[in-house]
């Protein structure tokens, strides 16, 4: 694993005392074995509590600031998606720390309705203001994160957001293409619909060695396949005018979200012109960029 080199000082780890996540359902603690929450019912919510307390003293000794005027914002941020990607995400709590201000207890409801797949508890410190400087490498900047962390909870299994049927190319596809190995049924005109519903990975039944390779998850013939399925998502909504669809008309499961899930994590802060273009006078940059989405995804790298 390689280290990140920051551009400025950051709090030692032991400086941040973070209790851990307790989610609740109807009042009783729910069980996560392995991350993943059984029998989830989306039509409940959800209660997330944890304590929180920063040693203000000891942040500002370790980032050259003055403890008496630094300034810190602890942030919670929900997301939900995929096991890699988030196609929603928002803030739900903001406490300030400061001298005199240094504990708290961090608490948040849940929807239901809002979980698609997994939830992300994102939990970070950040600058708010850093009164006077002592050192050259100390963060001065509003905004800066100075700590991180993350607690993930699946509440479906890996893949059930992306539904596969196995069919015979020979009976579906009479006319031809009894050879394809897979096809993709779906609507680029469906982008509002649910992508549980409006997808389906039909995968051909009479190429068996391809079908077993499938169903015993090899991981370089799902990699492959993820990534010609979402290149061909991709491009097909990058050339629609209406794409992105207006976050506040679908919802974290809908197709277009799941998209654009897609495009923010393989070209992160660019508009869908940019990467319309990029798909036009540079495919080969535009497939490898998707192709690197689902690294570890399947299994272990």
Not at 13 to 36: K, M, N, Q, Y
Not at 44 to 65: C, I, P, Q, S
Not at 227 to 254: G, K, Y
């Amino acid at each position: 694993m390689t280290a990140i080199a920051y551009p400025f000082l950051r709090p030692g780890p032991d400086r941040i005392s973070a209790g851990p996540w307790l989610v609740t359902r109807d009042g009783e603690p729910c069980v996560f074995a392995d991350g993943h929450l059984d029998h989830f019912d989306y039509s409940t919510n959800l209660e997330a509590v944890r304590h929180f307390k920063v040693d203000v003293e000891g942040v500002a000794a370790d980032t050259g600031l003055k403890a008496d005027e630094i300034r810190l914002l602890c942030v919670v941020t929900f997301g939900t998606g995929g096991r890699r990607l988030q196609r929603a995400r928002r803030i739900v709590t903001r406490e300030v720390i400061q001298a005199g201000r240094e504990a708290t207890v961090l608490a948040l409801a849940i929807d239901g309705r809002e979980v698609s797949e997994l939830f992300v508890l994102t939990t970070e410190i950040i600058l708010l203001s850093s009164g006077t400087v002592r050192r050259r490498v100390s963060p001065v900047t509003t905004g800066a994160r100075l700590w991180r962390d993350e607690f993930r909870a699946a509440v479906e299994p890996l893949g059930a957001r992306f539904p596969m049927e196995a069919v015979s190319f020979a009976t579906v596809f009479p006319t031809g293409h009894g050879d394809a190995l897979w096809y993709l049924d779906w609507s680029p005109q469906t982008l509002h619909h649910d992508f549980a519903t409006s997808v389906r990975l039909l995968i051909n039944l009479d190429r068996p060695a391809f079908v077993e390779a499938v169903q015993q998850a090899d991981e370089v013939t799902l990699r492959m396949l993820m990534c010609s399925v979402t290149t061909q998502m991709v491009r097909s909504a990058i050339d629609l005018d209406h794409f992105p669809l207006d976050q506040a008309e679908t919802s974290p499961s809908s197709v277009s979200a799941v998209i654009e899930a897609w495009v923010e994590q393989a070209f992160p802060g660019q508009s869908a012109e940019a990467v319309r273009t990029l798909a036009q006078h540079d495919p080969s940059r535009f497939e490898l960029a998707i192709g690197s989405l689902f690294a570890g995804e399947f299994g272990n790298e």
